[in-house]
């Protein structure tokens, strides 16, 4: 059983940075990709920023405030974000692939950015 455990949301002032991170615990084999999406309230579920073989993926909306990392041997993926907008307000989703095909995701971090 394969499980995701997302930290470090919050709330934040605009100007402000969090980092979020997310661990990963049972059997992942051949991982495609890891990396977060978030999802703001009447939006869609979108991608903010993934890792996989091919390279790293930002979001345009985050380039340049956003940086992901991965620590494989902790099976551990973060999110350091900088430099926070209202609009980045959401709930994080950590999210890993399998090259198989199964997909995993996190319970969901809120992140509220607001003065």
């Known amino acids: 059983q394969v499980q995701l455990v997302e930290s470090g949301g919050g709330l934040v002032q605009p100007g402000g940075s969090l980092g979020l991170s997310c661990a990963a615990s049972?059997?992942?084999?051949?991982?495609?990709?890891v990396g977060w999406y978030r999802q703001a309230p009447g939006k869609e579920r979108e991608p903010v920023a993934l890792?996989?073989?091919?390279?790293?993926y930002y979001a345009d909306s985050v380039k340049g405030r956003f940086t992901i990392t991965r620590d494989s041997a902790k099976n551990t993926v973060y999110l350091q974000m900088n430099s926070l907008k209202p609009e980045d307000t959401a709930v994080y989703y950590c999210?890993?692939?399998?090259?198989?095909?199964?997909?995993?995701w996190g319970p969901g971090t809120q992140v509220s950015v607001s003065s």
């Open positions: 049972g059997s992942i084999f051949g991982i495609a990709a």
């Open positions: 999210y890993y692939s399998e090259l198989r095909g199964r997909t995993f």
């Open positions: 890792i996989s073989d091919g390279g790293t």
